[in-house]
């Protein structure tokens, strides 16, 4: 069983940064492949960033790309999604995701998650 914690969201202007961590209260990271996944109210979960273990293979959505990295510090056993040039459309929920098998195909597909976080509120307004 793994217990994911998020931590870093919060308020910031258009144009803003915010980096956000997600780590293992219970359980192990590193060996997890790991997304990102926001909620705005009204809408859909979507699937922001994804990062696998071992080789660290990415993906990004097409809203965010050029402005959204994701990365993970092994030893920290925390995954990080740095958040640069922000807009008012960014406001949502994070919510990090663990997927034990490598279906990097399937990344942005919310059901091939194992285990979540609680989410941490994003809000980009002036």
């Known amino acids: 069983q793994v217990q994911l914690v998020e931590s870093g969201g919060g308020w910031v202007q258009p144009g803003g940064s915010l980096r956000l961590s997600c780590a293992a209260s219970r359980g192990t990271l590193p060996t997890y492949n790991i997304a990102w996944f926001r909620q705005a109210p009204g809408k859909e979960r979507e699937g922001v960033s994804w990062?696998?273990?071992?080789?660290?293979?990415?993906f990004v959505a097409d809203a965010v790309k050029g402005r959204f990295t994701i990365s993970r510090e092994y030893a920290k056993m925390t995954v990080f999604l740095q958040m640069n040039s922000l807009k008012p459309e960014d406001t949502a929920t994070y919510y990090c995701?663990?997927?034990?098998?490598?279906?990097?195909?399937?990344?942005?597909?919310?059901?091939?998650?194992?285990?979540w976080g609680q989410g941490t509120q994003v809000t980009v307004s002036s």
């Open positions: 990062i696998s273990y071992g080789n660290d293979l990415t």
């Open positions: 995701a663990a997927m034990k098998d490598l279906r990097w195909d399937r990344w942005k597909e919310a059901s091939e998650y194992d285990y």
